[in-house]
């Protein structure tokens, strides 16, 4: 063996080295959701740029394995169970029963959920300030009184709300409950429409025509999933349709405020670094996105208020950070 081919077999083993120490420094994340909306593809993308500015970017030093159950539990099962097996450095779960799948069906691996409305409810963490466990994350619980203050501007004169929702969701149970007591302080009844599936949607909502002074959408994804039934009823009885997130806005109803879900996205994707750099989420605290993100998305549809027979007032439209034509 001559000395040049010496040489470069040792340039060859720093190299095969080298890689070796790169493909160590891969982290992997398994990212699910129940199902895929537009709010909660914004939360994955959210997510992977928070990551990105922690220096962890997706083929170079991070790899992604990205599942969506297509709105079935039993999918979403098999997920938990499939990422137990592959056993990723963090698991993000993205809603509230991606994240309950995933806590019962993995053991040990760390979870960073996101767009979980009532992490306590769903008894996922012990406390926000202490998590407990291998789990920790962003809930994405509306500013419910913000938007009831909102809601009340556009329709000074409302005295009841329908609630439209799935009592099976724990976040949709925990939303009805806090919206109930801060309507009551504002002089508001809450009337509920249960819905268990997409397909009672529009039942639910039916029923409380001549009942109501407006109807509200929290953000349950049964219920958003059939968001355009609801606004028919509301345009066809003049009957306003506000929304939990400003999603809804762009898809007819009237008006609201709510999260930047890149950014619930952002937050929970630092909290993933977190870990991946070493932390436990047992010691690093749950936040609630609109107390770390306090600057909301003011939407409010134009012709769906002229079509539900609403004036939005002046000062409504020179707060909106988004006008829909």
């Not at 160590?24 to 199902?35: G, L, Q, R």
């Not at 069906?105 to 998590?131: H, N, Y």
């Not at 998305?297 to 079509?307: D, F, M, T």
């Amino acid at each position: 063996m001559t000395i040049r081919s010496m040489g470069a077999l040792a340039a060859l083993g720093v190299m095969l080295a080298t890689a070796g120490v790169q493909a160590a420094e891969t982290k992997s994340v398994a990212i699910s959701t129940i199902v895929e909306v537009p709010q909660l593809v914004e939360t994955k993308d959210g997510v992977l740029a928070g990551l990105e500015e922690r220096g962890y970017k997706v083929g170079e030093n991070l790899s992604v394995d990205y599942q969506n159950a297509n709105g079935n539990m039993p999918t979403q099962q098999q997920i938990a169970r499939k990422f137990a097996g592959a056993r990723p450095d963090v698991i993000v779960a993205i809603t509230t029963p991606t994240a309950q799948a995933m806590a019962s069906g993995t053991s040990g691996i760390p979870i960073v959920f996101a767009t979980v409305t009532d992490p306590l409810k769903a008894r996922l963490i012990e406390s926000f300030e202490k998590p407990g466990g291998n789990i920790t994350g962003v809930s994405d619980e509306s500013p419910l009184a913000s938007q009831l203050d909102f809601f009340r501007e556009i329709v000074p004169d409302m005295k009841t709300i329908g609630f439209v929702y799935n009592p099976g969701l724990d976040n949709s149970v925990s939303t009805l409950e806090k919206f109930r007591k801060l309507a009551a302080e504002r002089g508001i009844e809450v009337v509920e429409a249960p819905a268990p599936t997409t397909n009672e949607v529009l039942i639910a909502a039916r029923g409380l025509i001549g009942n109501v002074d407006a109807i509200y959408v929290p953000n349950d994804t049964t219920v958003v999933a059939a968001l355009e039934s609801v606004v028919k009823i509301g345009e066809d009885t003049d009957t306003p349709v506000f929304s939990g997130e400003t999603r809804g806005v762009e898809r007819g109803a009237i008006a609201s405020i709510g999260l930047d879900y890149i950014e619930v996205g952002r937050a929970a994707g630092h909290m993933v670094a977190d870990v991946l750099e070493g932390k436990a989420p047992a010691d690093i605290p749950a936040v609630v996105a609109y107390e770390r993100l306090p600057n909301f998305k003011v939407a409010v549809n134009r012709n769906s208020a002229e079509a539900m027979g609403v004036t939005l007032p002046d000062a409504v439209l020179s707060r909106a950070t988004q006008v829909v034509e």
